[in-house]
């Protein structure tokens, strides 16, 4: 079980970054827990200042934008 | 090379259409076809070519630029870094309480969410290949010393009273990149992912602005505007300013209007000042900000920046006569 975070306001890219990691799961088949934390003092906790970012089992993968799909699969595969 | 776009427009409307070059329709497709093909373009490229160097631009990598600098350098460097750095509006709450996080003061802080929206490479290179560039140099100008003079006021009244507590108490981890893949092909994927991402996100407004700048071009009257926007009217700047201020458009999306709206013979600061006005200040931006700025900083804000749009507009429309 893949634990992923998204971190983000709540703005559209936070919610299609959570879709996109989502429906790459399902694909693959692979089993994750997917987390939003909209909490300010917990983004910017994980030294994350351009949102969305994404956090895989504790270690920030990604940050400033939308990520490819290609690296979604990537951490799925991981 | 940007003439290709009015071949084209002439081309399409006035050859393929049969329209006159001098009728109300004909003008107004000619402008809504030129304007929409050459936008579009610089769009596209400019975003494209700034998205190949991402890595200098990022907001973590903006925040060490600025951070320790003295005063007067943090200032400028926010503005010319406010400039050029893209940034979705909903990152602009963490970007704030990051900055202050790293030391940075409020008032520069400020001056770099003040000349953001303002000012950006887009529309500056876009507002220079279809207005000139001169209007391009003092747009810029103007914008930059907008942010940098709403700073320093902060800074001087001592309104970091007027950040949210809370803000102060966040502590950051330590900085964040996540993998970022620095390959060629790497770049030219982040680059074109940032494109469809901002494109997506304003071309509404480009086609609204372009749509609007058409219809101004095409059929209203230039003795309207003489008659009441001209430089005699003293309150032709003012008004422009509070008639941008409910009014929100991406700095791209206002060329149009802007450039449509100079041929019509209304004065550039006038015109500047309205540009600004429907710029700079937004609801979305004002509800976002709103997490981390008390009511009084928001109004502070919104009273300082109509004041400084008519100032600026006052003053160019004497300094270009």
């Avoid at chain 2, 002439?10 to 003008?27: C, H, K, Q, V, Y």
């Avoid at chain 2, 914008?143 to 006021?153: N, P």
């Avoid at chain 2, 309104?159 to 502590?171: A, D, H, N, S």
């Avoid at chain 2, 700025?293 to 300082?304: A, E, S």
């Amino acid at each position: 079980m893949k634990t992923f975070k998204v971190l983000g306001t709540g703005c559209r890219n936070c919610l299609t970054t959570a879709q996109l990691i989502e429906s790459r799961a399902g694909k693959l088949g692979v089993a994750v827990r997917i987390e939003k934390i909209t909490d300010m003092a917990a983004i910017l906790g994980h030294g994350v200042m351009s949102t969305p970012g994404v956090v895989l089992d504790g270690q920030v993968v990604h940050v400033g934008s939308v990520p490819a799909v290609a690296q979604v699969e990537q951490w799925l595969r991981q | 090379m940007l003439e290709i776009f009015t071949t084209l427009a002439d081309t399409m409307i006035f050859s393929w259409l049969g329209l006159a070059p001098e009728s109300a329709l004909g003008r107004a497709l000619h402008f809504f076809v030129e304007d929409t093909t050459k936008i579009f373009f610089l769009l596209v490229s400019i975003i494209f070519i700034m998205g190949l160097f991402r890595t200098l631009l990022s907001p973590e990598r903006v925040r060490g630029y600025i951070g320790g600098k003295s005063l007067g350098a943090g200032y400028l460097l926010a503005v010319i870094l406010g400039a050029i750095t893209p940034f979705c509006s909903c990152s602009s709450v963490p970007l704030f309480i990051g900055f202050l996080e790293g030391g940075i003061p409020v008032g520069v802080t400020m001056a770099f969410l003040i000349t953001s929206p303002l000012v950006n490479e887009v529309a500056v290179v876009i507002l220079g290949s279809i207005m000139g560039w001169k209007m391009a140099t003092v747009y810029v100008v103007t914008g930059m010393s907008v942010g940098i003079l709403g700073g320093v006021l902060i800074d001087r009244f001592r309104l970091e009273r007027w950040v949210e507590e809370y803000v102060w108490t966040i502590r950051m981890g330590a900085v964040a990149r996540g993998d970022v893949d620095m390959s060629l092909p790497g770049r030219i994927r982040y680059a074109w992912g940032e494109v469809r991402s901002i494109v997506g996100r304003i071309w509404l407004y480009v086609i609204g602005g372009i749509g609007v700048g058409s219809a101004l071009h095409g059929y209203v009257p230039q003795e309207i505007f003489v008659q009441y926007a001209s430089a005699d009217n003293p309150f032709a700047v003012p008004a422009a300013v509070l008639m941008g201020l409910p009014l929100y458009s991406n700095a791209t999306g206002i060329i149009p209007v802007a450039e449509a709206l100079l041929a019509k013979g209304v004065p550039v600061g006038t015109v500047i000042a309205f540009m600004m006005s429907v710029v700079g200040i937004s609801v979305p931006e004002f509800i976002m900000l709103r997490k981390v700025l008390k009511p009084q900083m928001l109004i502070f804000f919104g009273i300082f920046m109509a004041i400084a749009f008519t100032i600026v507009g006052y003053l160019l429309n004497v300094i270009f006569v």
